[in-house]
């Protein structure tokens, strides 16, 4: 089994770019570069040589550097086939189900439209790992700038479905400010509070909170458990509402927060 690295490269005000290496072929992509600078900086700090992008929403802060990155590397872009139009330098199209091999590792290729309608998330099976973009955050998820409630619904519960051991490496540092959106929605709810201590732990530390496991996800974030009946009433709905109509509320609410 290829063994890969992944680093976590500090960008912008709160975003991050993620390096997955694999030491047998030499293989580094770098998940949504959102500055070319960063990216550069964290491979030379390594020894590592970038190859690929891989991109899972048009966003700047996401591709903002993709065009200077093939430039000075010649690497290859790899991005969503349904919305090839809109990343920069797009090289390999992809799209639901289908493997991007880098070098012993395989990424699959899940669609998760909702906080944009060509979003993608990167899944690598072998190495535990869950590449969700604005898609999934640490006790929370992304805004709806173009999807609709019911396909970010879906898109949240196919990423609740992958293992539990499956890391979760999202592209922004919103895990504090999601805790306490998400401790007014289930306040008693012990595996939130075992994260929030945790986080409080981390910040105090200067270290990033990332990343998280679905396990605990799953546990703990409110966006992933809007087919539970305590979150339904939390939000002053019926229990037996559909999830995605509680989905849409928690999101409505977080929003205003």
């Known amino acids: 089994m290829a063994r890969l690295e992944i680093a976590l490269v500090p960008a912008l005000a709160d975003n991050y770019i993620y390096l997955a290496h694999e030491p047998d072929s030499g293989i580094t992509a770098a998940v ?49 086939r349904a919305d090839a139009a809109r990343i920069p330098g797009i090289d390999v199209e992809v799209g639901e189900g289908e493997t991007f091999l880098l070098g012993g ?92 201590d945790e986080v409080a732990r981390l910040g105090a530390a200067g270290r990033p909170t990332l990343p998280s496991t679905l396990g605990a996800e799953r546990a703990a974030n409110p966006f992933l458990r809007a087919d539970h009946p305590a979150v339904a009433r939390a939000v002053g709905l019926d229990p037996g509402t559909a999830p995605a109509k509680v989905f849409a509320e928690l999101r409505r609410r977080k929003d205003v927060f």
């Open 32 to 80: 949504d570069p959102g500055s070319a600078a960063a990216a550069l900086a964290g491979c030379r700090e390594r020894g590592w040589r970038l190859t690929h992008i891989l991109a899972t929403h048009h966003h700047g802060d996401h591709v903002g550097g993709n065009l200077e990155l093939k430039r000075e590397t010649g690497c290859v872009v790899v991005g969503a």
């Open 105 to 196: 590792s395989a990424a699959m290729v899940l669609e998760t439209p909702g906080h944009t309608i060509g979003h993608i998330a990167y899944w690598l099976p072998e190495a535990h790992a869950l590449f969700a973009g604005d898609t999934l955050f640490s006790l929370g998820c992304g805004r709806l700038f173009e999807g609709t409630p019911e396909q970010m619904w879906t898109s949240l519960a196919k990423l609740r479905d992958l293992p539990a051991e499956t890391r979760l490496f999202c592209a922004h540092e919103y895990t504090a400010a999601n805790g306490r959106f998400a401790r007014l929605v289930e306040r008693d709810n012990p595996a939130l509070l075992t994260r929030l």
